[in-house]
C-alpha cells in the first residue's frame, strides 16, 4: 500500500477514534459513537476534496473508508469505559490524526495545483477540520480556541511536506520527516505547554459595552 | 410528479418550517426566518450533492426549492404565535423532514455508487445536517445531544429502502417503506421517549482537570 | 482590474481582518490570527463556488487571495492593540465585506444560472457564510441573532444588483448601487439601530419544559 494511502487510513481511523471518544464522554449512544466518529474521521478530508473540485468525494469513491470508521465505533462504544482519561486519549489520538493528515491534505493539494500557498491550506484544512466539526457536534470547548500550538502544528507538517517535495526528496522521505514534524510539534505542546506569544492585545469586552 | 420529487419537495417544506420555528423561537425578524428556513430546508440536500459531485446543487438547478423555503417562512412569520408549543411543532415537522430526507438521500446516493454503504451515510447525512445546521445557527441544544433517538431512526430508514431496493422491490414501495420506517422509530423516541443503551461510559470531565 | 475582481479582493481582505480582530479578541497566537482570517476570509466564496459547481474553489485556482489573507493577518496581529475598540472596527469591516461580497455572490450566481432567486441565495450566503464561520469557530455571539439588520442588507444589495442588471445598466454601475445599497443598509442599522419587527412571537422555551 502506498504511504499516502497508509496515512489516509490512519488520519480517518484515529479521528474517528477522537470522535467516538467525544460521543462517550457526551454518553451517547452506538448510533451517536457511528455519526460522530464518521463525520470527526471523514470530515476533514471531504473538505479537501470537495475545494479542490476532487468529487465525488474519496469515501464515496471508496467505501472502505466508512467501514474503518464504524469498526472503530463499534469498538470504542465498549470499551471507552476502560481508559482512565478518555480526553487524554483523544487529544494524543488527535495529534496522531492531524500530523498524518496535515501531510495527505498537502500532498494532495500540492499534487492538483502545484501551487506551494494551498498545499499549506489544504493540509491545514484536511488536519483540522474533522476536529473543529467534532467539537462544534459535541459542545466540547474547541481545540482552537485552547492555548498550546495546534494549528501551527499541522501547518509545519504540512510546510515541511512541501519544502522537502520541492527539495526533490522521494514522496516516501518527505512524508515520513512531514508527518515527525507535526507530530512532534503538537506532542511537545500537549506535554510541555508549549505556546506562541499572543501579542499585545487585550481579552476582548462584550460586545453591547463597546457599540 | 415521481416518488422522489415528492419526497425531496417535502423535506425541503418541513425542514424549512423547522428552521423558521426556531427564528421565531429566537424572535428574530421576517429576514432570519427566511434565512433560517432556507438553510435548514436545503442544507442536507445540499451536503449530499456537493459529497456525490452533483454540482450545481439540487436548487441552483431548479430553484423552485428557495420558493417553498421563502413561502414557508413567510407563512410561520405570521402564525408561528398561534402554536401553543412551537418546539413541539418543530420536533415533530423534524420528524416527518428525517423521514423523507433520509430515504431521498439513500436513493440519490445508492443510484450514483450502487453501494449500500454510501448510500446508508448520504440518506443520514442529508436528514440530520439541515437540523445541525439550524441548531448551531440558533444556538439550540443541538437535537444530536438530545438522548432520544433521532440519527438511528434516518439511519434505519435509509437502511429500509437500501434493503428493500435490492430485493428488488419498485421504487415507491421501497421509499414508502423508508418513510415510514424512519418515522415510526423517530415519532415512537418522540412519543415514548425510546432510547439506546449508552453503554458503561461516565460522563466527561472538564479538559482542565485530566490534562 | 475589473469591477467584480476588485470587489472579490475587497470581500476577501475586509472579512479576514474581522477573522483576525476575533482572533485578538481571544488572545490567540499569530497562527491563531492567520487561521481565522483566513476561514473568514475565504469562507463565503468558498461556499459560492462549492454550491454552484465552480471547482476548484477560487483561491485553489489563484492563491493570491491566501496572500492577501496572510498579509491582513500579520499586520492585524501586531497593530490590533492600538484600536480603542476592536469590536467596533470589526462590525464596520464586517458591513463593507458583506457589501462587497454580496454583489460579487449574486454577480457569480446570476451569470452562473440567469435566475435572479438563485443570484439572492448566493448573494446572501457568500456574504454571511465567512462571518457565520468566523463567529462560531471563535465562539462569539453570532451576528446573526443580534437584533440589527444583517442578513437583510446582503438581500438587499443582492436584490439591487440584480434588478439594476435586468434592467440593463452596465455591470460597474450595477455593482456600485448594489454595493451602496447594502452598505448603507448595514450601516444605519449599526448607527441608528435599524431593525425589522419581530411579528408576535413570544421567546422560546427550554426545549424539557414543552415536551
Chains 1, 2, 3 share one sequence.
Not at 483523544?90 to 501551487?115: E, P, R
Amino acid at each position: 500500500m502506498p504511504i499516502l494511502e497508509i496515512l489516509d487510513y490512519a488520519g480517518v481511523a484515529v479521528f474517528a477514534a477522537t470522535g467516538a471518544l467525544s460521543a462517550s464522554r457526551k454518553q451517547l449512544d452506538i448510533i451517536g459513537h457511528l455519526f460522530l466518529a464518521s463525520v470527526t474521521g471523514i470530515g476533514g478530508g471531504t473538505m479537501r476534496d470537495v475545494v479542490l473540485g476532487a468529487t465525488p468525494v474519496f469515501w464515496v469513491t471508496n467505501p472502505t473508508y466508512l467501514l474503518v470508521c464504524a469498526t472503530v465505533a463499534v469498538i470504542l462504544f465498549f470499551t471507552a469505559h476502560l481508559f482512565d482519561s478518555r480526553y487524554r486519549v483523544l487529544v494524543w489520538l488527535d495529534a496522531i490524526g492531524l500530523a498524518a493528515y496535515c501531510v495527505m491534505g498537502a500532498a494532495k493539494g500540492f499534487a492538483a495545483t502545484g501551487s506551494a500557498g494551498v498545499a499549506l491550506v489544504t493540509g491545514m484544512l484536511t488536519a483540522t477540520f474533522g476536529g473543529i466539526l467534532r467539537d462544534l457536534l459535541a459542545g466540547e470547548p474547541s481545540v482552537l480556541l485552547r492555548p498550546e500550538v495546534y494549528v501551527t502544528a499541522a501547518l509545519i507538517g504540512a510546510g515541511a511536506f512541501v519544502l522537502a517535495t520541492m527539495a526533490g526528496l522521494p514522496l516516501a522521505a518527505a512524508s515520513t520527516l512531514g508527518v515527525l514534524s507535526a507530530f512532534v510539534v503538537r506532542g511537545g505542546a500537549l506535554k510541555y505547554g508549549w505556546t506562541l506569544p499572543t501579542g499585545k492585545a487585550l481579552p476582548g469586552r462584550d460586545p453591547d459595552d463597546v457599540m
